[in-house]
């Protein structure tokens, strides 16, 4: 079946970077764009970019800019997002999500499980 | 991109409806039609049940239903059943390939 699957929880210190993978199956990777989205404890969920994981281009939103990075590996169906400098309130779920279509602006048909990242000293 | 606004809850009994808001600006809701709605139930991820305005993906029930008015996109929920308790978020495309999300409304049954 589709699926998207994340690597385990983190736990970093403020300053440090992390790096979260989303490992696609069932369906081909290079034809649906992979977003990632994160929701920080009993907040909403904040979109921080994608990626087409045909070309490699992605979109970053503005407050992200400059510090993080998407990537993806095609050989393993697996996209990356790493985001560097941490600060505590960096403390979130982490989710990756593929558009229903290939095309960047489609809603999100398929999410990962969620991977959490926490930032403390 | 500030966050499209939503009312924080909404309530209703078994078998009644609950109409949830979404505003934005001319910028994201109204001005394009790449408006979905999520449902978050406690501890899971997101999952889509309103694409491109008013569509339902397969597997959706016809409670669900989605429209648009300016820059306000709405979101009803018709018969509720005791299941559709959960956090709902609106999104929009926001030009220059920008994404924004609502604020979310928690929805309870009463």
């Known amino acids: 079946q589709v699926q998207l699957v994340q690597s385990g929880a983190e736990v970093k210190k403020p300053g440090a970077s992390v790096k979260v993978s989303c490992k696609a199956s069932g369906y081909t990777f290079i034809d649906y764009y992979i977003h990632w989205v994160r929701q920080a404890p009993g907040q909403g969920l904040e979109w921080v970019g994608w990626i087409n994981p045909s070309s490699g281009s992605t979109r970053y939103a503005q407050k992200f800019k400059g510090w993080v990075a998407m990537t993806r590996d095609t050989s393993i169906t697996t996209a990356y997002m790493e985001l560097s400098r941490l600060k505590s309130d960096d403390t979130a779920l982490y989710y990756c999500?593929?558009?229903?279509?290939?095309?960047?602006?489609?809603?999100?048909?398929?999410w990962g499980q969620g991977t959490k990242v926490t930032v403390s000293s | 991109q500030s966050a499209l606004t939503q009312p924080p809850s909404a309530s209703g009994s078994p078998g009644q409806s609950v109409t949830i808001s979404c505003t934005g600006t001319s910028s994201d809701v109204g001005g394009f039609g790449y408006v979905s709605w999520y449902q978050q139930h406690p501890g899971k991820a997101p999952k889509v049940i309103i694409y491109e305005v008013s569509k339902r993906p397969s597997g959706v029930p016809d409670r669900f239903s989605g429209s648009k008015s300016g820059d306000t996109a709405s979101l009803t929920v018709s018969g509720l059943q005791a299941e559709d308790e959960a956090d709902y978020y609106c999104?929009?495309?926001?030009?220059?390939?920008?994404?924004?999300f609502g604020t979310g409304t928690k929805v309870t049954v009463l």
């Open positions: 999104s929009s495309y926001a030009g220059n390939n920008n994404y924004v």
């Open positions: 999500a593929r558009t229903r279509m290939m095309n960047p602006d489609d809603a999100f048909d398929v």
